[in-house]
């Protein structure tokens, strides 16, 4: 099943998820990434966290290569290890349509967490990978990536924000 996206201003996207226990998950979960994945794709992301389909539980999904072979990361309780380099690029978000800023990430990002079985995984992540890493952790801990912005840059996102939030569902 496909669910609403959550926007920008909703509350839920700016509450923390704290780690959950997988046995008190598990039995939803594999529902509950079912329509994630198909609202992730439908909606032509890259990744998807929980609080985006108005839950706040610490989950993410990630999938980098939408048009080519497929390669499906769920990151349940997923831990920041390891971080180094920065790169500024132009990032968007899902709960923020229409809207892309350059953002400054670190390059290389190592992650660990748990998989859809809860068993547990490490990978390091360079390009699209480190930042969709650092973007959905971000959500997780209740922030968006404009969050991290400068005033002068917020009050530029701030009047863009009011032009397309007319457009938003
Ligand atoms: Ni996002």
């Known amino acids: 099943m496909i669910l609403r996206i959550t926007k920008h201003g909703e509350p839920v996207l700016k ?6 226990d997988f046995d008190a998950v598990k039995n939803e979960l594999p529902r509950l990434l079912g329509d994630m994945w198909a609202t992730m ?14 839950l706040v539980l610490r989950l993410s999904i990630i999938d980098v290569k939408p048009e080519g072979k497929p390669e499906r990361l769920v990151l349940l309780n997923p831990e ?6 920065l790169v500024i690029e132009e990032e968007g978000c899902l709960s923020i349509p229409g809207l892309y800023r350059k953002t400054r990430r670190y ?14 995984w490490e990978r390091t992540g360079t390009g699209l990978l480190a930042r969709a890493f650092q973007h959905e952790v971000d959500h997780l801990d209740g922030k968006l990536f ?4 400068t005033l ?7 009047a ?5 939030k007319k457009t938003w569902l």
Not at 15 to 20: D, F, M, N, S, T
């Open 41 to 54: 794709y439908a909606a032509r992301g890259v990744g998807l966290s929980a609080q985006q389909v108005g």
């Open 80 to 85: 920041i290890l390891s971080r180094e380099g």
């Open 152 to 158: 002068d840059q917020r009050l530029e996102v701030a």
């Open 160 to 164: 863009a924000l009011k032009e397309l």
């Open 15 to 20: 509450k923390p998820a704290p780690p959950v």
């Open 107 to 120: 390059s290389r990002v190592r992650i660990r967490a748990l998989d859809e079985n809860g068993q547990p």
């Open 146 to 149: 404009i969050d991290q912005f």
